[in-house]
């Protein structure tokens, strides 16, 4: 046990005695009987709350019972109000129904008398008109079958004209399509051709002079201004199946050899992921769509080059400037756009040409069934005439009008 020193007198004391020594037992006793009694008064009041729940719970489940009592007796009288909404309904529409029988069978005699005497007249007026009208209606036939025949004759004209314009078209088309495989046109195919395209350079420059030592090589051109001459650009001309860069190293060694300014190949055939025109190796490779504007382009450089009266370094520089822009993406950009416009103009006529075909097919497929229909109206009229018209009346042969056969529009 411990002990404890009384800080008066000395003496050894208890733990009792020295919290009363020091005026402290009392106080400690005090605040004990409090915390009891406020543990008593919660446990009373734990004690009512929990008896008012109870008692609110045996309320609450009074009022549901009331309640479902309540829903029952208003779904017992719902249902005994709709029986006898449905009786009454049933009542009412059964008289309804009876009312408007009779009242139909009365307008449905009352239209028969009148539908009866009505029938009557109009019998008599039709025999008293039917012959004046049936004359009128032979004669109207007669009259759209000779204007059918006439019509097939203009058609069959118009047919063996467009026949022979299908056959040009037809092989304009199968031209058209060869070459907008290849990407050129027949107006720049030629140019692929060493002859044919030093003749377009004489065309587009008259006054430069112009060398071509013979099949197989380049053609040189010699810019002339004011007599005299300013610079050369050497030619290649390829007109093969797939790309080879041998090509390029060929124009290049031309290009040193002729000390030309400017080297271009001339091709049908590019590499993939290129079209119509780029610079490689400072050689420019172009399709012949492309032609006009580089030669132009290059020979214009030249020139200006030429006016400004500078040295041969000078000129080097510049030449060489000619060659970065013409190798941008900018220029290359342009010049392809260029040269697809050119392609798109091909692919336009080869779709006009289809659609004119389109017509003349659909016109011949008129012409086929109008023919095939004449026989019948003949004799139908026919019938008419010797009143023996029928439901099932046989096709005669066509008119003696040859028919004419347009193979190239058969399917």
Not at 82 to 90: A, G, N
Not at 143 to 154: A, G, L, S, V
Not at 300 to 326: C, G, H, M, P, R
Not at 339 to 347: E, G, P, R, Y
């Amino acid at each position: 046990m411990a002990t404890y020193k009384c800080p008066v007198c000395g003496k050894i004391l208890t733990e009792v005695e020295y919290d009363k020594a020091l005026g402290l037992w009392k106080e400690k006793q005090e605040h004990i009987r409090h915390l009891e009694e406020e543990q008593k008064k919660f446990k009373e009041k734990e004690k009512a709350i929990k008896k008012t729940l109870e008692n609110e719970r045996k309320r609450l489940k009074q009022q549901g019972v009331e309640y479902k009592k309540q829903v029952r007796q208003q779904a017992k009288q719902f249902k005994a109000e709709q029986t006898k909404l449905s009786t009454e309904t049933k009542k009412m529409l059964s008289e309804q129904s009876k009312k408007s029988e009779l009242k139909l069978r009365e307008q449905r005699s009352q239209l028969e008398k009148s539908f009866q005497l009505r029938m009557k007249s109009e019998i008599k007026k039709g025999i008293e008109q039917g012959v004046t009208e049936q004359k009128k209606l032979f004669k109207k036939q007669e009259t759209e079958f000779k204007r059918t025949q006439n019509k097939m004759i203009q058609l069959e004209n118009s047919l063996k004209v467009s026949a022979k314009k299908y056959e040009q078209a037809n092989e304009e088309i199968k031209k058209l399509k060869e070459q907008i495989e290849k990407g050129i046109t027949p107006q720049i195919e030629g140019l692929l051709e060493e002859s044919k395209l030093l003749t377009k350079l004489k065309e587009l420059f008259p006054k430069d002079k112009f060398e071509h030592p013979g099949k197989g090589g380049d053609i040189i051109q010699f810019v002339v201004e004011q007599g005299k001459e300013i610079g050369r650009i050497v030619y290649e001309c390829k007109k093969v199946k797939s790309f080879n860069k041998n090509h390029i190293e060929q124009a290049k060694e031309a290009r040193r050899l002729r000390e030309a300014d400017f080297a271009i190949l001339v091709t049908n055939a590019f590499p993939s992921k290129k079209q119509y025109y780029f610079v490689e190796k400072t050689v420019f490779v172009i399709s012949p769509v492309s032609l006009e504007p580089i030669t132009y382009t290059l020979r214009e450089s030249l020139v200006k080059i030429a006016l400004l009266k500078v040295t041969n370094e000078a000129k080097q520089k510049a030449v060489q400037q000619v060659y970065d822009y013409l190798s941008s993406s900018e220029y290359n950009n342009k010049m392809n756009d260029v040269a697809n416009q050119l392609i798109d103009l091909a692919k336009d006529l080869k779709v006009e040409i289809k659609s004119h075909r389109d017509r003349w097919e659909k016109r011949y497929s008129i012409y086929i069934r109008l023919y095939s229909d004449v026989g019948l109206i003949d004799s139908k009229l026919k019938g008419l005439v010797q009143n023996q018209l029928t439901d099932k009346t046989k096709l005669l042969p066509p008119p003696k009008k040859e028919f004419v056969e347009i193979k190239e529009l058969e399917h």
